[in-house]
């Protein structure tokens, strides 16, 4: 082969020298020619660039927000105790303004009881109520007291999933009762990074517990075995009792977290009937579980509309489980005699007492008195019912001396110039009893003068 015909195969045109080809044609060839060896690896580079391309872009996408934290904290009732001038006493003087009431704030962790995930245990770690401390409002004189998580102990701050606790405040302003009234309540967890605001507004009420209490048939000097409590209808709709929920504490070290323990629903009532009508009263009474400790308590009591059983009602309130007895209190009467010895030693003046009905002295340790339990011994025989400070408290605290016990007292007439006690401090002075089963008494003086 020549060496024209040796060039025309290098440049690929594959004919022979005699039918020479147009440049454009050899030109073709060679495109030709190439394209059929990087065809493959541009193809292959493609593959590879795509996918770099394609997060490259979701890269230069702006990252979504990231999600609020959940705050499984609801408000579950709000109860108001309107303060009322009794009827058929006068005051010396008018009050220097209208009658405001009590607010008790019912929450629960909404998470399911059993749940282990740390974030859904709620920590109050911060409370602001329209953006102020609680005791903002007691330093202002907006509020008489507040007893709110802002000054509870650590471990009394912490809702497990399920648990409920209670909040509240006693204003001195007719504005924080009045239905309709609004304020914001804004909670901050500081261990799960997250806060939450609710809004509260006061309803008109449509019912209310007006009276509650536990009572003892006798058999146990110590422990009730039912429950009673009135209720009055607000509204103008029927509304029939269909059950009773009771919340205690269920942890030793706190008695403001408690958890349901019983749901009733054998409810005796009067009217019979169970249906509370418009403007009027129904009474009932509850048998409840024998295993109530004697501590603080939560009653929930569920109505329903008889028309429309969808419509439900909740009321709620917190007390103290004790056995509500009626009892005549004569104060402070020990005093020294002259020869030695206390007047409670005088058989006499006894005997005194006990034809008058009194049956509790604000007294506690009286040595020739309290010390005579034998038989045929003074307080075996005129026994009155002990108002002190009960301490040191686990001595109190017994099952022997608790029916002994009408409630520790320790404050005196805190109302009064010598004793007076402001009730915020006094508040706090009454919470060392809040873990124990002795009750307490807040004592005030009024004199009544003829009309």
């Given amino acids: 082969m020549d060496k024209e015909k040796r ?51 979701q890269e230069e996408e702006p990252a979504p927000e990231p999600a609020e934290p959940g705050f499984p904290l609801e408000v ?65 004189k907006v509020w008489a007291w507040e007893d709110s998580p802002d000054d509870w102990p650590e471990g009394d701050t912490s809702l497990p999933p399920g648990a409920l606790s209670v909040f509240s405040f006693n204003s001195l302003s007719p504005q924080w009762v009045e239905p309709g009234s609004s304020f914001e309540v804004e909670f901050t967890d500081w261990l799960n990074a997250r ?44 509304w029939k009792l269909s059950s009773v929920r009771i919340y205690q504490p269920y942890l030793k070290s706190s008695f403001r977290l408690l958890r349901e323990i019983a749901t009733l629903e ?59 007895s009626f009892d005549i209190g004569a104060g402070w009467i020990s005093a020294p005699l002259s020869e030695g010895g206390n007047i409670l030693s005088s058989e006499t003046w006894l005997k005194t007492l006990k034809s008058l009905h009194i049956n509790t002295a604000n007294i506690q340790n009286i040595q020739g008195y309290t010390d005579q339990t034998d038989r045929g011994g003074l307080y075996q025989i005129y026994p009155l019912k002990l108002m002190g400070p009960a301490q040191p408290l686990p001595e109190f605290d017994t099952d022997s001396t608790l029916p002994n016990i009408h409630a520790a007292e ?20 009454l919470r060392v009893y809040g873990g124990f089963r002795i009750p307490t008494p807040l004592c005030g003086d009024f004199r009544l003068s003829p009309l």
């Fill in 410 to 429: 320790s404050l005196g007439n805190v109302q009064d110039d010598i004793n007076h006690c402001p009730p915020q401090d006094a508040l706090a002075l």
């Fill in 7 to 57: 060039t025309d195969w290098i440049h690929g045109t594959g004919r022979e020298p005699s039918s020479r080809p147009s440049f454009t044609a050899i030109a073709a060839g060679r495109f030709s020619f190439l394209g059929s060896l990087f065809t493959p690896a541009l193809l292959s580079c493609l593959c590879l660039l795509l996918p770099l391309l394609s997060l490259n872009a």
């Fill in 266 to 324: 054998r409810i005796s009532t009067y009217p019979a009937s169970g249906v509370l009508q418009p403007g009027q009263k129904l009474a009932a009474i509850v048998i409840p579980p024998s295993h109530l400790k004697l501590t603080t308590a939560v009653i929930e009591v569920c109505l329903e509309n008889p028309a429309k059983s969808s419509e439900q009602l909740c009321l709620w309130e917190q007390l103290r489980v004790r056995r509500e």
């Fill in 76 to 140: 579950v009732g709000v109860t108001v105790s309107p303060h009322e001038h009794p009827q058929g006493i006068q005051f010396a003087a008018e009050a220097a303004q209208p009658p405001a009431g009590r607010v008790q704030i019912f929450l629960r962790n909404k998470a399911p009881h059993n749940s282990e995930r740390p974030e859904d245990t709620v920590h109050i770690n911060v409370l602001r109520i329209n953006g102020n401390e609680p005791k903002r409002y007691v330093f202002n």
């Fill in 195 to 238: 806060k939450n605001v609710l809004e509260l507004t006061l309803p008109q009420p449509q019912a209310r517990i007006s009276s509650l209490c536990f009572l003892s048939s006798g058999t146990d000097p110590l422990r009730p075995d039912s429950l009673v409590f009135y209720l009055e209808n607000l509204s103008q709709k029927n």
